[in-house]
């Protein structure tokens, strides 16, 4: 398992964009909980935390910690894109392997954008 772990490393070493995307995947999820653990305060007011049109209440509210499982989620989908990103380059090849860890980077943006849009749901323009 060791090797095994040591020699897919080492293949995406020597895929210089490959290294290069899934790097950036991987900071681009660290600097959004930095975003996440700056931009929510801990308080024992509720936040809305989702929106839905099928509801009475269009804005629901949850506890400050909520925000965390964005998070959570971000830091996961950048793991498991470029873990199965790297299987992928191995098993397929690069352009495949590429389109994927991209994928995981438009997912990480998508829900940045959509972290962002509900904290600033009640500040003012």
């Not at 790097?23 to 989702?50: E, M, R, W």
């Not at 964005?70 to 950048?78: D, G, N």
Request: net charge positive; charged share 10%; aromatic share 16%.
């Amino acid at each position: 398992m060791k090797d095994s772990i040591k020699q897919s490393f080492n293949e995406l070493i020597t895929n210089r964009y490959l290294a290069v995307l899934s790097g950036t995947v991987i900071g681009l999820a660290i600097i959004f909980v930095i975003y996440v653990a700056i931009a929510v305060k801990p308080s024992d007011l509720q936040l809305v935390t989702h929106y839905t049109a099928y509801g009475i209440t269009h804005l629901y509210r949850s506890q400050w910690f909520y925000f965390w499982s964005f998070a959570i989620f971000a830091v996961l989908v950048a793991l498991i894109h470029v873990a199965i990103g790297l299987k992928l380059y191995l098993a397929k090849g690069h352009p495949l392997a590429i389109l994927f860890v991209w994928l995981g980077f438009c997912i990480i943006l998508f829900a940045w954008i959509t972290t962002s849009a509900i904290i600033n749901v009640w500040s003012p323009l």
